[in-house]
Nanobody, 124 residues
Framework: QVQLVESGGGLVQAGDSLRLSCAAS????????MAWFRQAPGKEREFVAA????????YYADSVKGRFTISRDNAKTTVYLQMNSLKPEDTAVYYC?????????????????WGQGTQVTVSS
């Protein structure tokens, strides 16, 4: 059974930083892409960032480009999201996801495994 466990969320002020982690277990994720999505109340789940299996390629939503950095540690099958210069509009539940066979998609339905989410709240 595949399990993705996110951690690192919390309540911060605008301009602060947070680092989210997602630990994967249960199977090998070779040649898989990993990504972060977020979902604010009343809104659809939206793509935030993705990283390829090797970690050499990354892709970001325009709304977070230059502020967020995604990375992965394959030895520990962990993906990270460093979030800097946080804004109130970044408030959401953040989910990590794994896409088998291919490294990213903007559409959540194209991902195979999901974590339970971690809440990030940014106050103004």
């Amino acid at each position: 059974q595949v399990q993705l466990v996110e951690s690192g969320g919390g309540l911060v002020q605008a301009g602060d930083s947070l680092r989210l982690s997602c630990a994967a277990s249960g199977r090998t994720f070779s040649h898989s892409g990993m990504a972060w999505f977020r979902q604010a109340p009343g809104k659809e789940r939206e793509f935030v960032a993705a990283v390829s299996w090797t970690g050499d390629s990354t892709y970001y939503a325009d709304s977070v480009k230059g502020r967020f950095t995604i990375s992965r540690d394959n030895a520990k099958t962990t993906v990270y999201l460093q979030m800097n210069s946080l804004k109130p509009e970044d408030t959401a539940v953040y989910y990590c996801a794994v896409k088998m066979g291919g490294w990213y998609s903007l559409r959540p339905e194209n991902y195979d495994y999901w974590g339970q989410g971690t809440q990030v709240t940014v106050s103004s």
